[in-house]
C-alpha cells in the first residue's frame, strides 16, 4: 500500500482490559496527525484506579488462564497464530500506524507490520527452549534452575515505531507466559489496541495482553510502582528511563529493562570502499523516520582528506528526499512527531549555529506553507565536542560533522559522556575495523553497514545511559523469566 485517505481510516479508542475495550477515563488526550497537525481523536487518560483494574485483570488472568501452565509448544502455536494474524490484517493496520505516526504508509505495510508478526513468531520459537538446566553437582544431589515467568510485566513504549517497539516490549513477555500490561505513547496510542483485538482472536486468553492509555506522569508512573507489576520493560527517554529505574526501586526492587537514546557516531575512514554507497548510507542513517530513530547516525566522523568530498555526497543524498504526508505516494522525508519536537530541534540547531556551527545545508524548518512539522536534512559543520548539537539527542534529520587523522582522534571524539547505544565504522582495514568493535564502549558496532537486518537474534541495547539490558535475541527472551534453584538430596 503506497497512499490512503486519512479521513477514511476507523480509530477505535480506549483501554483494552480483559479482553474488551473500555473507553472510561477521568480525562482525555486530544490526539494529532503529524503530517497535518490535525486532532482527530482522542484517547481517555487511565489514572491510577484504572490502572489498577488492568493489572488486576492481568493477574488474575496469569493465575487463572493456563497461559503460563498451558505446553509450551501450544503457547507458541497461539502466539503464531496472533503473528499470522497481523501479517494478514495489514490493510487495516497499516493506514492506522501512518495516520498517528511518523511512518510513511509504504514503510509501515513492507516493513513494520511484517517485522511486527516476525518478531512474535521469532519469540514464539523460545517458546519450549529455555527451561532451565541441570546442574553438575555430586551425586548424591541433583541440582537445576527452572526458568519461570514474573507474572505480570509493565511495558511501556515510545512513538517513534509504535507497533515494532511494542511489539519487541510484548512478544518475549507473553512467549515466556507473562500476562502484560502495556501503556503505548499518548501520541500514537490507537495500533496497538488492534494488536490487543488480534491477541484475542488468536486464542491468547482475555487479560494476558492489555493496554492503558496515558501520559507517563501518571499512567506510566502508576504502571511502574504497581505492586503486583513484578517487571517493567521501557523504551524510550534516558530521562524517563531514569525516573523509571528510581521508582522501580522505591516499589518493589523490580527488575527493568531499558532501551533508551542515543548518539550514535559513523566513522569514516579515507580508505572506506564505495565513498557513494558510504555516502548514502550515512544519510539514510540520520533522515530514516526523519532522524527519529533511536541509533540515528547523528555524528559523523570522518577522516580529514575525504571530508569536504563525503559531506558534498551526503547533502546530494538529502537532495532526494521528498517530504510528505505519511498517506502521500512518494513520501521519502516524513514529518516530525509535533510541533513541539520541531520547535526543540530548531532551538537546538540555533543554538548550536550561534555556539559557531555553520549549516551546511538545511538548518530549518521546512516552507511554512507546508502543513506539519517537517524538518530540513541537516548538516552542521564546525562544531566541536562541546556544541549542543553534538552532545543532545535531537531526534531529527540534524547531521554533525567532526573530523580527525588518526584512530586515536576518531575513537575519542566517539566517545560520548552519556550515551553508548551504536555506531557504524567504514573501512576497508579489517584490523582497524577490529580494533574499533572492541574499543567502542557502545552496544552496537556495525561495519560497513548502518542499522539493522531481520535478524532477531542479534540484540539491541545501550551500554552507559543508553540503557540496561537488551531487547530481541535470547537476552531479550530471558529477561522475562526469572530463574528458581532448585537442590535435591537423593539419598532420602
Ligand atoms: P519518552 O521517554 O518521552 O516516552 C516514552 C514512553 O514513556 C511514553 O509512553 C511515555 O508516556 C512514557 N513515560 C514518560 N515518562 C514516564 C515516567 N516517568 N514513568 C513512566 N512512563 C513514562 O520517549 P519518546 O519521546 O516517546 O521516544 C523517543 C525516545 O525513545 C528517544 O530518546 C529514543 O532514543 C528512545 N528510543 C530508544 C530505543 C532503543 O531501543 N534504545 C528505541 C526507540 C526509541
Redesign the pocket.
Known amino acids: 500500500m503506497d497512499q490512503f485517505d486519512p479521513g477514511a481510516v476507523v480509530v477505535k479508542s480506549g483501554h483494552f482490559i480483559g479482553g474488551s475495550l473500555v473507553d472510561e477515563g477521568a480525562s482525555h488526550l486530544d490526539v494529532a496527525r503529524p503530517s497535518d497537525g490535525v486532532a482527530y481523536a482522542s484517547v481517555p487518560v487511565a489514572h491510577a484506579q484504572m490502572v489498577d483494574r488492568a493489572v488486576e485483570n492481568a493477574s488474575h488472568a496469569f493465575r487463572e488462564s493456563g497461559w503460563a501452565r498451558i505446553a509450551p509448544r501450544e503457547r507458541a502455536r497461539i502466539l503464531r497464530r496472533f503473528a499470522d494474524l497481523i501479517a494478514a490484517d495489514t490493510a487495516t493496520l497499516a493506514p492506522l500506524e501512518a495516520l498517528g505516526s511518523t511512518r510513511p504508509v509504504r514503510d509501515v505495510s513492507a516493513w513494520d507490520v511484517p517485522f511486527t508478526a516476525e518478531g512474535i513468531r521469532f519469540y514464539a520459537e523460545f517458546a519450549d527452549k529455555v527451561g532451565g538446566e541441570v546442574a553438575a553437582t555430586d551425586h548424591d544431589h541433583l541440582g537445576m534452575t527452572i526458568a519461570e515467568p514474573y507474572g505480570v510485566v509493565g511495558a ?6 509504535p507497533l515494532v ?1 511494542a511489539s ?1 516490549k510484548i512478544a518475549p513477555a507473553l512467549a515466556a507466559g507473562n500476562a502484560v500490561v502495556l ?5 500514537t496510542p490507537f495500533s496497538v489496541l488492534r494488536l490487543a483485538e488480534l491477541a484475542i482472536e488468536a486464542g491468547i486468553p482475555p487479560g494476558i495482553f492489555n493496554v492503558v492509555q ?4 501518571n ?3 502508576a ?2 510502582r504497581h505492586p503486583r507489576v513484578a517487571k517493567v520493560t ?8 531514569a ?2 529505574m528510581a ?1 522501580c526501586a522505591q516499589s518493589g526492587t523490580k527488575p527493568v529493562t531499558l ?4 548518539k550514535s557516531p559513523q566513522i569514516v575512514f579515507a580508505d572506506a570502499p564505495r565513498l557513494d554507497e558510504v555516502a548514502r548510507r550515512i544519510a539514510g542513517a540520520i533522515t530514516g523516520n526523519a532522524g ?4 540515528a547516525g547523528s555524528r559523523l566522523l570522518v577522516e580529514r582528506t575525504i571530508a569536504d568530498d563525503l559531506v558534498s555526497r551526503i547533502a546530494q543524498a538529502f537532495t532526494a528526499l521528498r517530504a510528505g504526508a505519511t498517506w502521500a505516494p512518494g513520501t521519502t522525508l516524513p514529518p516530525i ?1 509535533s510541533e513541539a ?1 520541531a520547535a526543540r530541534i530548531e532551538s537546538i540547531v540555533e543554538r548550536s549555529v550561534a555556539e559557531g556551527a555553520r549549516a551546511y545545508c538545511g538548518g530549518r524548518r521546512a516552507d511554512a506553507s507546508v502543513p506539519g512539522a517537517f524538518y530540513q536534512p541537516t548538516i552542521l559543520t564546525g562544531v566541536t565536542s562541546e556544541t549542543e548539537a553534538v552532545r543532545a ?1 535531537i ?1 531529527g534529520p540534524v547531521l554533525t560533522v567532526q573530523t580527525f587523522e588518526t584512530e586515536e582522534e576518531a575513537l575519542a571524539l566517539a566517545s560520548h559522556p552519556d550515551y553508548g ?1 551504536a555506531a557504524g565504522v567504514h573501512t576497508a582495514d579489517l584490523g582497524r575495523a577490529l580494533r574499533f568493535v572492541r574499543a567502542l564502549e557502545s552496544g552496537t558496532v556495525w561495519v560497513n553497514r548502518y542499522g539493522r537486518t531481520s535478524d532477531f537474534m542479534i540484540p ?3 551500554y552507559k545511559r ?2 540496561i539490558g537488551k ?1 530481541l535475541g535470547r537476552q531479550g527472551y530471558e529477561a522475562h523469566l526469572r530463574f528458581k534453584s532448585v537442590l535435591i538430596d537423593t539419598r532420602i
Open positions: 511501556i513504549a515510545p512513538w517513534n515505531f517497539m519487541w501503556k503505548p505513547s499518548e501520541m496515558g501520559d507517563g506522569a499512567t506510566g508512573d504502571l511502574v521501557f523504551t524510550g527517554s534516558t530521562r524517563a528511563g525516573a523509571i521508582a532501551e533508551l537514546g542515543g527519529q530513530v533511536c541509533v512527531i519536537q539527542e531526534f547505544l539491541t541495547g545501550g543508553s540503557g531487547d
